[in-house]
């Protein structure tokens, strides 16, 4: 018996004047399910698009579109994987065209030569929209296949009476996102177009994961209609950022949660491990609200929450590769500081809400040091680093901050804990660092959680908002949290249920 797929493959592979009208539109429904292209057009214009396509299958490290030639297909992945690859500042459409032939002259193909690798297209995606959208119809990227792939082609007559609406719609939206949103205020026209083309938009329907905690970094998300819930298992931080938590032990150990207890009873230690690694509701994100940019601002290889659609989503995505092609670049260093002043302010609010937990927001804290002041932790790192002068003895090591030091006997180290609080340091080694580096750190990172916590308070009654359940059946009432920092973008938490 074949498969759906196999019936997809055996029907668009046949001369289009053999495909029946009935077999065409049995795969309707099919084609809405695989591609967000498909899900907006009516049926017939599907059964049409189904008719009237080309069906290839090209082989792994095939090109198939070359940057700067002149584009009329758009093609859709029915399975397999292809890479996008960008050629930038280079003078003109000229010498691009001379570096990828040269590129793909060669007896093994040299993806390197081809550009920077901004993004991996896999199945229900579309690829070279673009050429077709434009007016100048000029390819802005090269494609190569990564595997062998089927292919949905679509040519550009049938493309003027199908899809073109959709698409122009969609770039049109996009464009105009970029163009209005004080985060790209300072970005050049060229630099705009060159985002807006980057960004892909995704629909999400209630309960569907966008991103989950511990999964490789390689999209950000902007939310432009709906709402995300944000859920984190702190627990589970130690070992999904190993390197992280030694670093932070290393120079703040006075943000380690304490030491359980060695004698609390078997079924004790059950209940607090069991509780440690629960996830833990941290808020709600609408509008114009950012997923994934803590961690690729970072550098963080795995996402660090839990991203839940609540109702249906709309979401723009932005690939890692892209971003770093567009962000990391002087013309857009105002925009990273927005981010990182808006990641700050979230990070804050998860902070605020770990105090209703069992955790002590050890690593969100260091996290937020690391957004907010890296200098300091600069400043921590480089003194650590320090050896005293003279030959070195056996010795055990206390840290203060970053001080390391000799073992002493119990009388002489509390002389030395007293000498310390009143700032007189008998050692007069002038490798060692100050002792009042990190308790300044933290004392720094706590007042300006406080002040967060002042200016974003609001004072008015609270607000409520009711959500029909899944089933339709019953309405929960939601009493809402409303907290703000500028640039201005509302999260809200649930506070309270109320039925």
């Known amino acids: 018996m074949h498969t759906m797929y196999e019936k997809v493959v055996s029907v668009i592979a046949k001369p289009m004047e053999e495909r029946s009208d009935i077999e065409c539109m049995d795969l309707v429904s099919w084609f809405r399910n695989k591609s967000s292209l498909f899900r907006s ?86 690829v070279g929209e673009i050429a077709l959208i434009k007016e100048d119809c000029v390819r802005t990227a090269s494609v190569v296949v990564d ?63 966008i991103v989950r905690q511990g999964q490789p970094v390689e999209d950000l998300y902007i939310i432009t209609e709906g709402e995300v819930e944000i859920l984190i298992d702190q627990g589970g931080y130690k070992e999904q950022y190993p390197e992280i938590w030694t670093e932070m032990k290393r120079l703040l150990p006075e943000l380690l949660p304490p030491e359980v207890p060695v004698n609390i009873t078997p079924s004790e230690s059950l209940r607090q491990k ?6 833990f509701q941290m808020c709600l994100l609408g509008g114009n609200e950012i997923i994934g940019a803590s961690e690729t601002i970072l550098g963080l290889k795995t996402y660090m929450e839990n991203a839940n659609v609540t109702r249906k989503t709309e979401l723009l995505s932005l690939s890692k590769g892209n971003y770093q092609r567009l962000f990391m670049r002087k013309s857009a260093n105002r925009s990273i500081e927005m981010l990182k002043n808006v990641m700050v302010s979230r990070l804050y609010l998860y902070i605020h809400r770990t105090q209703m937990s069992l955790h002590n927001a050890s690593l969100l804290k260091y996290l937020t040091l690391k957004l907010r002041d890296p200098d300091s932790l600069k400043q921590l790192r480089s003194k650590h680093t320090r050896k005293p002068k003279g030959k070195q003895g056996k010795y055990k ?66 607000e409520f908002r009711e959500v029909l359940s899944p089933d339709s059946k019953a309405v929960k009432r939601y009493r809402l949290e409303a907290l703000t920092q500028p640039p201005r973008l509302d999260t809200f938490v649930r506070t309270k249920t109320i039925f």
């Open 41 to 126: 057009l009516k049926a017939d214009i599907i059964k049409d698009v189904i008719r009237h396509c080309i069906f290839e299958r090209p082989k792994k490290d095939e090109v198939l579109i070359k940057q700067g030639d002149n584009g009329d297909r758009l093609y859709i992945i029915l399975r397999g994987k292809m890479s996008i690859y960008v050629l930038q500042d280079k003078e003109n459409e000229q010498e691009v065209k001379l570096l990828i032939e040269k590129a793909i002259a060669k007896g093994k193909l040299d993806r390197a030569a081809l550009g920077q690798h901004v993004w991996t297209s896999g199945e229900g995606n579309t």
């Open 274 to 279: 069991k509780m440690s690694h629960k996830h």
């Open 397 to 462: 090591e206390y840290f203060y901050g970053a001080f390391n030091s000799r073992s002493y006997d119990k009388d002489e180290e509390n002389i030395r804990s007293f000498l310390k609080t009143m700032g007189v340091y008998y050692i007069t080694d002038n490798s060692l660092p100050e002792l009042e580096t990190s308790t300044r750190v933290l004392a720094d990172l706590n007042a300006h959680l406080s002040d967060w916590l002042k200016r974003t308070r609001r004072k008015e009654r609270p």
């Open 147 to 209: 595997e062998d792939t089927d292919l949905m082609v679509v040519d550009r007559t049938l493309y003027n009476r199908s899809v073109r609406d959709v698409l122009e719609k969609e770039f049109h939206d996009k464009t105009l996102f970029v163009e209005t949103n004080p985060l790209f205020s300072s970005w050049s026209p060229k630099m705009k177009k060159s985002l807006a083309i980057s960004l892909k938009r995704e629909i999400h329907f209630y309960g569907s994961p």
